[in-house]
């Protein structure tokens, strides 16, 4: 069974500083990795995802996040955070070729003060 | 176009009262999840459905949920009977065939209050 574990649960920046969330998965073959992201009051909305290709993959809103296969890790980067990218990150991951069945982390909350 | 469309929005119940939450998928998806997020536990995965078939319902938290998918344009979530610990906010959200890369197109959500 695959799982996702997120490192940090809640993260307090200051507009400007440079931002990095950990996420590490277990599973034994290929996967799809993704990030999602979840605004105060909002659902979720996809950030950036990885499916094949190269491994540093960019999403909206400056945000990138760089899969490692050896380290089964897809963390999460931004140079300069904003008061706007206040919210909960999640990270996700399912196996290719499965049933779509999608595992979630515990999420991130990132809090930005200005 | 229409996003994953989820009703009700809010609900405030009753312990003991029974509980139906809809979702309406989007167009075309052949996959439907049910997710419930709650400050302890995050985002757990209920049930999924595939091709309108439950393909894993393991994270059913006891026989008082249970999912239907009747067609491919509508699925319920019932619980009953309710507990306060059922509060939680229920996410339904759908996906495209099964060669997608399974990216998650999620509903609104039901913010669900039994008191």
């Known amino acids: 069974a695959q799982s996702v574990s997120q490192h940090n649960h809640h993260v307090i920046l200051s507009e400007a500083a440079s931002l990095e969330l950990g996420c590490n998965y277990s599973?034994?073959?290929?996967?799809?990795l993704f990030w999602y992201v979840q605004y105060p009051g909002q659902h979720l909305q996809l950030l950036l995802k990885?499916?094949?290709?190269?491994?540093l993959v960019k999403g909206i809103k400056g945000f990138e996040a760089e899969f490692i296969k050896s380290k089964f890790s897809f963390n999460l980067r931004k140079p300069s955070v904003q008061w706007s990218d206040t919210a909960e990150y999640f990270c996700?991951?399912?196996?290719?070729?499965?049933?779509?069945?999608?595992?979630f982390g515990i999420g991130t909350k990132l809090q930005v003060i200005p | 176009d229409a996003g994953v469309i989820q009703s009700p929005r809010h609900e405030v119940t009753e312990m003991g009262q029974e509980v139906t939450l809809r979702c309406k998928p989007i167009s075309g998806h052949n996959s439907l999840f049910w997710y419930r997020q709650t400050m302890m536990r995050g985002l757990e995965l209920l049930i999924y459905f595939n091709n309108n078939v439950p393909i894993d319902d393991s994270g059913m938290p006891e026989d008082r949920f249970s999912a239907k998918m009747p067609n491919a344009s509508f699925s319920t979530l019932k619980i009953q009977p309710s507990e306060p610990r059922d509060s939680a906010v229920y996410f339904c959200a759908s996906s495209g065939n099964r060669g997608d890369t399974g990216e998650l197109f999620f509903g609104e959500g039901s913010r669900l209050t039994v008191l």
């Open positions: 996700a991951v399912n196996a290719q070729g499965g049933y779509q069945k999608v595992t």
């Open positions: 990885y499916f094949s290709g190269d491994p």
């Open positions: 599973y034994g073959g290929t996967v799809n």
